[in-house]
Nanobody, 125 residues
């Protein structure tokens, strides 16, 4: 019913910027809370950023706070993750996720129902 497709990943040098996009389709995705997670080799999937359905409330992991910005364009059914001042430790596969209910943001993997396939972000030192 709900499909999420990430894009925008790639190779960037430390200190650079990259913007990820997550295109959603199916039903009323524009009303769904959204989140970004990442998983590095040998690591558990970790929370990065989240936003409520309207985009009015956001939350960030301490590791990315001040550098990353999550936003959404509900008219396009798309959520973005603007990543600035990238560090080598940001290297990971980035996933977007959503759920079909909720009036706030969510920061735990188990709180999400739908997941994209991920996009690779590699930051060189």
């Amino acid at each position: 019913q709900v499909q999420l497709v990430e894009s925008g990943g790639g190779l960037v040098q430390a200190g650079g910027s990259l913007r990820l996009s997550c295109a959603a389709s199916g039903r009323t995705v524009s009303t769904y809370p959204m989140g970004w997670f990442r998983q590095a080799p040998g690591k558990e999937r970790e929370f990065v950023a989240a936003v409520n359905w309207s985009g009015s409330n956001t939350y960030y992991a301490d590791s990315v706070k001040g550098r990353f910005t999550i936003s959404r364009d509900n008219a396009k059914n798309t959520v973005y993750l603007q990543m600035n001042r990238l560090k080598p430790e940001d290297t990971a596969v980035y996933y977007c996720a959503t759920r079909s209910s909720g009036n706030r943001y969510y920061i735990n993997t188990y709180e999400y129902t739908y997941w994209g396939q991920g996009t690779q972000v590699t930051v060189s030192s």
